[in-house]
């Protein structure tokens, strides 16, 4: 994440008339296809090794991908067409925050499986993750480990974000819905 903000810094600071730049912020980018996110999910939840962190449900932010595809069109429409947009960064969504587990639990219905294993306290998914990362880094493991701080952190908080500007700026409109979404979903897991 640092250093991805420091690209995205010095990317908008880079903007100027002879290369315009604008950088969207999908967050939980998800939908059929997916390569990252899902099959882990799946995988985890088949094995029994996924577990809610935390007792609470955070909202977070997610974009269907027809939508964050959207989003990346119209920036660029916007960015050909002059308008006054280069060097700004937008966060895009599905417009819904949602609890991150009620999303992990549809999106594993949709693949006929049941909801998320029992909830472990989030700060010792965080104290396993910080021991798992430096035993992987001291054994030169290069898988990723079962957990990290970073994501023990990440599904404990809420992270939902104020679209208005890219609705403002790019005319932005979230298309897919997410009831839409888990519908085209559930189709591509059937195939």
């Known amino acids: 994440p640092r250093t991805k ?6 990317a908008l600071a880079a903007s100027d008339a002879s290369l315009k730049v604008v950088a969207l912020r999908p967050h939980f980018i998800w939908g059929p296809g997916d390569r ?12 029994g090794r996924l ?3 935390g007792s609470r449900d955070p909202k977070s932010d997610t974009i269907y991908i027809d939508n964050c595809v959207s989003a990346h069109l119209l920036a660029a429409e916007k960015l050909l067409s002059g308008a006054p947009i280069g060097g700004k960064p937008y966060f895009v969504s599905d417009d819904a925050p949602i609890g991150v587990w009620t ?3 549809r999106m594993l219905a949709c693949a006929g499986l049941g909801p998320v ?3 472990i306290p989030a700060g010792l998914a965080y104290g396993v993750g910080a ?3 430096g035993t992987y880094w001291l054994f030169g ?7 990290t701080r970073f994501a023990a952190s990440e599904l404990s908080h809420a992270q939902w974000f104020d679209i208005s500007a890219a609705k403002r700026d790019l005319g932005y409109v979230a298309t897919v819905s997410i009831d839409e979404g888990l519908a085209r979903l559930t189709a591509s ?3």
Request: hydrophobic letters at 40%; zero cysteines.
């Open 51 to 53: 577990k809610q962190i």
């Open 36 to 47: 990252h996110l899902l099959p882990r999910l799946i995988a985890r939840a088949k094995t």
């Open 189 to 191: 897991l059937k195939h």
């Open 103 to 105: 999303m992990a639990n």
């Open 131 to 133: 021991m798992m990362e």
């Open 117 to 119: 294993g029992r909830p």
């Open 141 to 147: 493991i290069e898988k990723e480990p079962l957990i």
């Open 5 to 10: 903000a420091i690209s995205e810094q010095r």
